[in-house]
């Protein structure tokens, strides 16, 4: 089946510490997305990338990083630099810019 | 800024009273205005893009309609398992997605 999975679903770490989201898609999609989701807030766009081995920040990158390699992977790096990191993170991917389709989420808790 | 309002924030629904949930957006541009659902702890699902005013799409319960303002999603005669938190998106000339709140519907048996 294609589609894209996040791991892990639940991460906890202590604050200090950086911590990586993984997504992968198999869908042959060239733009991937990597958004955060708070209750009560839209979808907030953190870094996007369109095409491998390039990317651009989001309206909320500060505290983030990422890294586009490979196709069919566009991991998420948490910095402990990010000042409120507990959060939902939702990655996403799309091909030629249309629909995006969502990944389950990888729920972080910074304690 | 490109910008996208949900109203109302939640919606209690009898099973069978049919409602309409809206989106306004300012959005730069407009390439798509998009529809998803999602349900708690999950990734929004995609259910519709509409790209020009007047365009109209259909999906069992769910119409989604398109003004040059304003975007509805009708639910006609709704069911439990329509209970979700619905958002639109409005994509622009930057490839990026504007998301709405969201409009969270309860359908009660």
């Known amino acids: 089946d294609g589609g894209i999975t996040q791991s892990p679903k639940y991460l906890f770490r202590k604050e200090g510490q950086n911590v990586t989201l993984s997504c992968e898609q198999n869908l042959n999609h060239d733009a991937m997305y990597w958004y955060r989701q708070d209750p009560g807030q839209g979808l907030r766009l953190i870094y996007y990338?369109?095409?491998?081995?390039?990317?651009q920040k989001g309206d909320i990158a500060e505290g983030y990083s990422v890294s586009r390699e490979k196709k069919e992977s566009f991991p998420l790096t948490v910095t402990s630099a990010q000042k409120n990191p507990t959060a939902f993170y939702l990655c996403?991917?799309?091909?030629?810019?249309?629909?995006?389709?969502f990944g389950p989420g990888t729920r972080l808790t910074v304690t | 800024e490109d910008q996208v309002t949900q109203s109302p924030e939640a919606l209690r629904l009898q099973e069978g009273e049919s409602s309409s949930l809206n989106c306004s957006y300012t959005?730069?541009?407009?390439?798509?205005l998009f529809w998803y659902r999602q349900d708690p702890g999950k990734g929004p699902e995609f259910l519709f893009t509409l790209y020009s005013a007047g365009e109209e799409k259909e999906k069992e319960r769910l119409k989604a309609t398109l003004t040059k303002k304003e975007s509805f999603l009708h639910i006609t005669a709704p069911k439990p398992e329509d209970s979700a938190t619905y958002l639109c998106a409005g994509g622009g000339n930057d490839y990026k997605l504007s998301f709405g709140a969201g409009t969270t519907v309860t359908v009660r048996a």
């Open positions: 996403a991917s799309s091909i030629d810019n249309d629909e995006q389709y």
């Open positions: 990338s369109q095409i491998v081995n390039d990317f």
């Open positions: 959005v730069s541009g407009l390439r798509g």
